[in-house]
């Protein structure tokens, strides 16, 4: 598997539309050229010309309208989906937020009954037009259960006057539609859900201000007695609910994706500076500490990308019957992102003050990079989510038939019909452990080894009522089932794509400190017991080295990409 580069794309594609949308996203901005990228950037100029292209050539609308509303080639494929938001990202943050925001607000749309919507929403599409999701308020954040967006009573049936005020809601200033979650008054339960479309053109639509400093526009909005009819109503009581969650699920999974393209660009970046600069007689990548950073974020990366492939396959392939994909999806915004992290702190301590140059799209990744584990729900809040899926998936295995490579073209109708959001804890998967076991690697083993003694943990001395609800403890648990998961598939997709398995052997390398790091959180917890303290020391491993196995991969896959991509200037 070769990194994302936008100048020789490779990525196949049963039709032609969807090579031509990849192809002509990369032509914009690299006609628009990196100068003019940065100088945008630093201006905090909103991006109205990457919007006109959009427009010009139909890419939202080829790409965010589901298969029968909109032209032949329209579909919702998360397979395509996947490579654009990375390229997005490999150009900026800020260009893949406004499709984000557009890909959230949309979701509440696809996944109601209201047909009228729909189509006047593939129109707008068709159009140009961008979406803002309007879920979080400012004193409650993400805090569904406490919006103040209120809808009470018209003077007509099936009228409403909408107030209330929403904050950090991207494209807020500029969407064709803001789908909008709120409550209706006086009643009681979850009956009092709405999910309703506004229109930010219309007097009653206050923009307030953008709560952000950048090119994006984060809005802080109002609604001061904005009509509403049952034309406008997406969806009421437990749908609404519903479609609020799993349009979080669907959209989610495109922040591991900014994170992968932002991290491939920076690794050009980095690594073409590293290796022309010479200092103490010596090429900087010549410093065995500096070569040791570029394999460990190499690594890292190549891990994000199998692992954010292999959840896409699953998101594709789910039913109602196999919801694996609410485990995998959660993990590409988590772990994938913080990854991310890692891969741009291990190049900007091999480049140093470099990273700080204006000139260098660095300087932005390594400020942006940050939001991401941060955006549609922090770190803690998906481990806290994952840690859910714990125990079926140790102790409860069942056989599945292994789920193919998913890049055929045809829609994600699943996706906007995944029904109820409960029953997590029911949810079953296939055994971890044979995946594993067909992987005869020394730190592939070592990291097995590691895991069991881990899953021996939970059955021995598990968690106890009050370690169940101290949270801090719970992430140290979550933190090494992530990695297991994490693990698993990047296995089942280093199969499908013939990964050298040298580079897989250094992938676990990378997974062994990760464990042993996180087994020493654990130990020095708090609530950790001295059986549980035992088992994470017990859990600490250092990999098996390799030092020509290091060689090759540094010379047949890391220092080539010294001269492999400069954006134009």
Known sequence: MVLLNPKHLTKPYADERSSEVMRKTVEFFESKGKNRLKHDYHAQEWYGDFLAFVERERIFST?????????ADSRWDTWRICEFAEILGFYGL????????????????????????????AKLLEEGGIFAFGLS????????????????????????????????????????????????????????????AVDPKHESYELVKNVVASQNYVSEYALNDYPITEDDILAVGEDAWNNALNTVNVGKFNLGWASIGMCTHALYEAIHHAANRRLYGMAVTDMDHVRRMFLDAHARLSAMKLFAL?????????????????????MVKMKVTTQGEDVINLM?????????????????????????????????????????????????????????????????????DQGATRGLGAIRFHDYRKTLAE????????????????????????????QANDVDFLLSCGEIFALVVYAQLILENARIYEIDAGLVDQIFDVLIRDLSRHAVELHGKQASNATQMEFALRMVRKPVADAKRDDRIWNECVLPLKDAYAMNP
């Open 63 to 71: 790409l965010c309208t589901p298969a029968g509303f909109g032209a």
């Open 94 to 121: 800020q260009y893949w937020y406004t499709w984000q925001v557009s890909v959230l607000g949309l979701g509440p749309i696809w996944m109601s009954e209201n047909e009228g919507l729909k189509q006047r929403t």
């Open 137 to 196: 308020e400012k004193e409650h954040g993400a805090d569904i259960y406490s919006t103040d967006m209120i809808l009470t009573p018209g003077e007509q049936p099936g009228q409403y006057r909408a107030n209330g005020r929403k904050y950090y809601i991207g494209n807020g200033n500029k969407a064709a539609i803001v789908s909008t979650f709120g409550k209706f008054a006086g009643v009681k339960g979850k009956d009092d859900y709405v999910f309703f």
């Open 310 to 330: 292999r959840a896409a396959d699953y998101m594709r392939a789910a039913t109602p019957d196999d919801r694996r994909y609410l485990l995998y999806n959660p």
């Open 348 to 416: 900007w301590d091999a480049i140093a003050a470099k990273g700080f140059e204006k000139d260098m799209y660095f300087e932005q990744a390594a400020v942006d990079i940050r939001a991401l584990p941060k955006l549609e729900g922090t770190v803690h809040v998906n481990i806290a989510l994952i840690v859910k899926f714990m125990p079926n998936y140790f102790f409860n295995p069942e056989e599945r038939d292994i789920v193919a490579r998913r890049d055929d073209p045809v829609n994600d109708d699943f996706l906007f």
């Open 439 to 466: 992987w005869d690697l020394p730190n592939v083993v070592r990291f097995s080894e590691q895991v069991e003694v881990f899953r021996e943990m939970l059955e021995t001395a598990p968690p106890g009522d009050k």
